[in-house]
């Protein structure tokens, strides 16, 4: 196994085969996938009988995507209440399931995900690409830092081992708990990280504060949870002697994910060969036009479970166009945010990743953890609430508001309002990037 880490990727053969068979792949699994749940869903056997969907004139991927209706999360609670049961889209008997779990339950009541053992097996697989493309290794201390009662959890772990990575220290991803991870680093010297971009930001921040400098064991992490800058990369390289990695996707619902390489040009959708990925115009449902930003649907025909059919994320990503550097034929995206998160100032509307990456290019933002205020109707300004840093001086705090709004307002085309916080709203592990005008601050890293 020692001897496999010099290799460059987990499955040569899944990450590096030429875009035309991908292609072929997706076409036959997805053709594969709706005679399944033709025969065995009753939730989406309903939805193709409303839709008058004719399976026989589905031959390419251009008819699928015209013939068949995409999925909202809101129609699956919908038949959760009106069929009784928490798995409506399930397709396998109850004793077939290994594992399942809950959603996070942040944009609504919680929604259900189940594995066969074959399921399982097969995402567990998909995550040991990710593992490996972010550079985890045999002989590394893996620290992961995830919500226990997910799916998630399990899958993170058996990926890892499958790797022969042996020792891995699994915690919950609590803001209130971030002393006792720093003290866990500190301990066991860990050497790889798995955990959300706000509690790396936390960790550093309390480790300078009690050992005396921001410098861990760690030599590589994948961070989860929000849109990072090239420069707020380079500073964790600097600062910490961290290699970070990001990763987006869809835990709650697929336990599917994109993660970077080390050529850091988007992130790799690491299930090519299994899932079949959209992006769609999130107002006409058409497919989103080449070099357009686009809403994020997921057709995972590889499960047998609970699988989903042109199932809307409500994330926006951009498509990176040609081969990666490293190799990988996989095709990149960028998670840029959710549909929801847009906050509209006079006639511009403003989006939390732009922040970050604005924040990331200024000295004195770079890494602060953040969220924005949504106003009813158009604002005049857009407030930004920066969480105080335990090193900040009270005395400069002022000035540096000041420059960090001029910054924003320079980049961003807007007036705006920057002031730090003792707290911040979450949700989970990660901060609450757009939050209403009436909610007050109630809990901080």
């Not at 991803?173 to 790889?192: C, G, I, K, M, W």
Request: charged share 25%; with cysteine; hydrophobic share 40%.
């Amino acid at each position: 196994m020692f001897q496999a880490a010099l290799r460059p990727y987990w499955d040569a053969a899944a990450e590096t085969r030429a875009p035309a068979e991908q292609r072929r792949l997706r076409l036959e699994g997805t053709r594969r996938l709706l005679d399944w749940v033709t025969e065995r869903s009753p939730f989406y056997r309903e939805r193709f009988r409303k839709a008058g969907v004719d399976l026989r004139g589905i031959r390419t991927l251009e008819d699928f995507a015209a013939a068949v209706p995409l999925t909202a999360k809101q129609e699956l609670r919908d038949a959760m209440e009106r069929m009784g049961t928490a798995l409506p889209h399930l397709c396998v008997p109850r004793e077939q399931i290994v594992l399942a779990g809950p959603s996070a339950g942040t944009s609504g009541r919680q929604t259900y995900q189940a594995f066969t053992a074959e399921d399982l097996d097969v995402n567990t697989g998909i995550t040991a690409r990710l593992h490996w493309c972010c550079g985890l290794r045999p002989g590394d201390v893996f620290h992961l830092l995830i919500t226990p009662f997910t799916p998630a959890a399990e899958i993170f772990k058996l990926a890892a081992q499958r790797m022969g990575v042996h020792w891995v220290i699994r915690d919950d991803h609590e803001p209130n708990h971030v002393p006792r991870y720093v003290d866990v680093a500190h301990s066991l010297q860990p050497t790889f990280l798995q955990a959300g971009v706000a509690t790396l930001r936390a960790m550093v921040q309390h480790a300078a504060a009690t050992f005396g400098n921001k410098r861990m064991a760690y030599r590589k992490a994948i961070l989860m949870g929000a849109a990072l800058g090239a420069e707020a990369r380079a500073e964790f390289r600097e600062e910490s002697g961290i290699d970070v990695y990001t990763l987006s996707g869809q835990g709650s619902d697929f336990n599917l994910f994109g993660t970077q390489c080390d050529r850091h040009d988007g992130e790799h959708w690491h299930a090519d060969d299994l899932t079949l990925v959209e992006l769609i115009d999130p107002n006409t449902g058409m497919p989103a036009q080449e070099g357009e930003l686009g809403e994020l649907v997921i057709t995972d025909f590889y499960r047998r479970a609970t699988p989903h059919v042109r199932w809307r994320t409500e994330d926006m990503y951009r498509m990176h166009p040609g081969p990666c550097a490293c190799g990988r034929t996989t095709r990149r995206y960028t998670l840029l945010d959710r549909l929801a998160n847009r906050v509209t100032v006079g006639r511009v509307s403003v989006y939390p990743f732009q922040v970050e990456e604005s924040l990331s290019r200024s000295d004195a933002g770079r890494n602060l953890e953040f969220s924005l205020v949504r106003r009813p109707g158009a604002a005049r300004t857009l407030e930004v609430r920066l969480l105080r840093p335990s090193t900040l001086i009270a005395e400069t705090a002022g000035e540096i508001e000041r420059s960090i709004a001029a910054h924003l307002s320079k980049e961003l085309g807007v007036p705006v309002q920057a002031g730090f916080h003792d707290r911040l709203r979450y949700v989970g592990y990660k901060t609450l990037r757009v939050v209403d005008e009436k909610d007050a601050p109630v809990s901080a890293y």
